[in-house]
């Protein structure tokens, strides 16, 4: 008997952001589809992906709001993290194998305080060999697991501020504020060996990305709930608040909509801008030249509309 035929899922244009609670255990790519599919929408992005092991906010882009993708990624962030002393693993968290182990004595509050100072500010580290940085077009952690000898890079990223929490019983409990590209397994790794013992990763939370608040995550569960009324889906404008703006004529937008370069008010500096209509609707980024020029750089589908353009 032949198996009944599944019902195909009609996906539909639908552009926003959700801002999902990921749960531990589950890798960022399998959780973004599972959004989109809930959704039904035909396009969808993250904004930088979680390890298996990390919950917390994982911002999800739907249609248009993915050129606003990247932006968020280099947006600040904050973890809650719980370490381990003592044990150090292969991928520095508790996902992988133990490499070494070695006695830990009791530690004061003030001495694990003391050894992070130098993690603070801006740093170079080193990032995990078991991570998605790339070399000659292939992600680290697949040379590492095929057993390469694998020479991960070292960056300049940079950690806002380290709050510890709690020392007690060999764990380590912290809230980390950092900018883009920093590896929370990588300061817990170096952290442990200041310390002399070592350390990996046991719990890590993904807390807030700015400029989103904690309150605003939901589970896949509670997504759910409202899917069908598209309850969660934020407007693409609300990740965009803290951009610096510009308001045009319908005239020149017209022109940037149609790839031309319209003149920039004396007096504006060069940087991008957030082009937007005077009832807030975001219609794209610009850049304002060093020649007084306004040109269209990553624009938005609806630009095209002509009641945009009156």
């Known amino acids: 008997m032949s198996k009944p035929k599944r019902e195909r899922v009609q996906l539909r244009p639908l552009n926003g952001i959700v801002l999902l609670d990921k749960a531990s255990g589950v890798s960022s790519n ?14 969808a992005g993250h904004t ?6 990390a919950s917390g906010m994982l911002p999800i882009c739907f249609g248009e709001a993915s050129k606003v993708a990247g932006y ?22 508790s996902d992988g194998v133990a490499i070494r182990e070695r006695g830990v004595p009791a530690l004061t509050f003030e001495q694990v305080q003391e050894a992070l100072q130098p993690f603070i500010g801006h740093i170079a580290q080193r990032a995990p060999i078991y991570s998605a940085l790339k070399q000659g077009g292939e992600p680290l952690y697949a040379k590492a697991r095929r057993g390469e000898v694998v020479e991960a890079p070292v960056r300049q990223v ?6 510890l929490l709690d020392v007690s019983g060999g764990m380590i409990k912290m809230r980390i504020e950092c900018g883009s590209g920093t590896y929370i397994r990588s300061i817990v790794r170096d952290l442990g060996e200041a310390l002399g013992f070592g350390a990996h990763v046991t719990a890590l939370r993904r807390v807030w990305v700015t400029p989103f608040a904690e309150d605003q995550m939901l589970t896949v569960e509670q997504l759910k709930q409202g899917a069908e009324g598209d309850v969660g889906v934020l407007p693409l404008e609300v990740a965009l608040a803290h951009w610096p703006k510009i308001t ?10 149609h790839g031309k370069r319209v003149k920039a008010a004396t007096g504006l500096s060069p940087e991008t801008r957030l082009l937007q209509t005077a009832d807030g609707t975001a219609l794209g980024f610009v850049d304002i030249t060093e020649e007084g020029e306004i040109r269209g750089k990553r624009m938005f589908s609806w630009i095209q509309d002509p009641k945009f353009h009156g």
């Not at 930088?48 to 092991?53: H, R, S, W």
């Not at 968020?72 to 968290?93: I, N, Q, R």
């Not at 940079?158 to 709050?163: G, L, S």
Request: charged share 35%.
């Open 30 to 43: 399998t959780a973004l589809q599972e959004v989109r599919f809930l959704f039904r929408a035909q396009k």
């Open 48 to 53: 930088g992906a979680l390890d298996p092991l």
């Open 72 to 93: 968020l990624l280099g947006e600040d962030k904050a973890y809650d993290v719980t370490a381990k002393l003592g044990v150090v693993t292969d991928t520095d968290d």
């Open 158 to 163: 940079f950690v806002r501020k380290i709050a």
């Open 248 to 257: 045009l004529s319908g005239d020149e937008v017209r022109d940037l909509s």
